[in-house]
């Protein structure tokens, strides 16, 4: 349903003076959630950069439901919502491990760059492939 | 034209080993920004909380146009977009300071909270009086 | 030999444009690790918290030997080196999971306080009681 | 007295749910005033590695005195303890700005790599005679 899920700790580190997880931090935690489904595929980012392929967050809408607070289990969700040659737009989620409670969701767009120019480039072929077959 | 603006300073610890400012520092960089803009209309945050006002982030747009690099000087720019009656949505900007050239542009919108039960309040009068002249 | 392992990833996050992570960044993954290991003897933090509990560190010092890198999987010890009635002192090592060559050490002093005066107190006699029994 | 200050704020991200500055964060504080005391001097990092020269942490030893909070507005200072021929040590505090009450004490090591050998190296002469005159 959820497609890939990463699990995510609440540490003093995530949290700020007001109680709860700062806002920021959900767009760590949705790149860990993303890296971690990339590696899932076969992908390591460090051989895709020596290769010339580097991802960069686009765009982000990000809406805020509930905090989460020190030491709760989190899960971040992952899914391709639309996929384009040079970009991919993540659906992604936030929310309580046990409960599912719901605490953030968002959509990240990725363009896929080159590694030492930044400029746009296709996803390669059998990156595409896997994606393919993730459903 | 740009409203409230705050410098902002690109170091290490906001940089990522792609080269670049590493994407969710934005945010924080809005929320100094946010945050200067308050006590420059005389409202200190810490101050707002034992009068039982906080603010938290309810939504983000955000759209990546350039990387910013380390040691660049930034500029981060907040003007109200939309002022309602326990929200407020901020349109902001973040540029090079010299070149004035755009990397990050952003909607945020803000809800006012009661600062012990986090349920939505009034934003109070003297503030929004305050939110009022400052065009 | 090395008592308790936590694992740590290094995300984009942890790093900087120098390529490496960032110098800070061992202190949090440092204190993921005595989370875990806290939790592992079957103390939660926010429970600690609510009985009056609350850990706060006191010192460090930091050796710094070789830089970790972008999307290594790390693995962070935890070792108990001095016992004391209200503080501990933990001797800590953070190296890389599959060769386990040594990237930072750590001494970390930490001191127990009541949670609303923040005042150092004994640590409570279960506690100390477990930790006498992980060796 | 204290050398070269720079001012730091304290904001929401620098915080913890412990309602006070997160302890890792006075290392990134440290760093802040470090690169601007270099810059007070006339040397900007970012020539500087294009030059060849990167500055690395090698060891820290840190002492927490007092709690930072949320809104504070805190001084950091920069004297140079110890000069090497490839590394610095410096004796940094971080202060209240207003009352001068001392929130934490470090001794920070750093040595002059090569950018991309990351080998130690020299301090170049014409920062050595800087360091000599900054008293």
Redesign the interface.
């Known amino acids: 349903m959820k497609g890939f899920v990463w699990p995510v700790?609440v540490?003093?580190?995530d949290?700020?003076?007001?109680?709860?997880v700062?806002?920021?931090?959900y767009?760590?935690y949705m790149?860990?959630a993303r890296?971690?489904w990339l590696r899932s595929l076969g992908f390591?980012?460090?051989a895709l950069q020596r290769a010339g392929v580097?991802f960069?967050?686009?765009?982000?809408?990000?809406?805020?439901l509930r905090?989460g607070?020190?030491?709760q289990l989190l899960a971040v969700s992952v899914s391709v919502a639309r996929r384009g040659r040079a970009s991919l737009t993540f659906a992604q989620e936030v929310y309580l491990h046990e409960s599912e409670e719901l605490l953030c969701t968002a959509h990240v767009k990725i363009a896929c760059l080159e590694t030492t120019t930044?400029r746009p480039r296709r996803i390669p072929d059998e990156i595409l492939a896997e994606f393919a077959r993730d459903r």
């Open positions: 700790r540490y003093y580190e949290t700020d003076s007001g109680g709860v700062y806002h920021a931090n767009l760590r790149e860990r890296t971690e390591e980012q460090d580097v960069a967050v686009r765009s982000v809408m990000l809406d805020y905090p607070h020190f030491n930044f």
